[in-house]
């Protein structure tokens, strides 16, 4: 039954946005680091950053500024990283 295609509910919009995976920093990154996929990891966190399906997007960006682990990986610390706006 069913489409096949999978889409959110506006009644499950709330609960996505509270409790979405984002990723965060799994070591302590200082600036000027290129990343690699060893130092990314995904978890519900606060404040949202990237989301978690672009994980593979931040592979060989810079980062802007230091991060400690655990920190949420937000959009403006990564260099050339454009999800929703244009390059």
């Known amino acids: ?3 096949g ?3 959110m509910l506006p ?3 709330a609960c996505h946005d509270k409790l979405g995976k984002s990723v ?3 070591v302590k990154i200082s600036r000027g680091t290129v990343l690699t996929l060893d130092m990314l990891m995904v978890k519900v966190t606060e404040p949202m950053g990237v989301a978690d399906e672009d994980i593979f997007q931040l592979v060989g960006k810079t980062v802007k500024e ?3 682990e655990d920190d949420s ?3 403006e610390v990564v ?3 454009c999800k929703k706006r244009k390059c």
Do not use: F, N, R, S
């Open 11 to 13: 009644c499950e919009k």
């Open 73 to 75: 990986v937000l959009p």
């Open 24 to 26: 965060v920093a799994k």
């Open 79 to 81: 260099e050339g990283y």
């Open 66 to 68: 230091d991060m400690e």
């Open 1 to 3: 039954m069913g489409t």
């Open 5 to 7: 295609i999978k889409t």
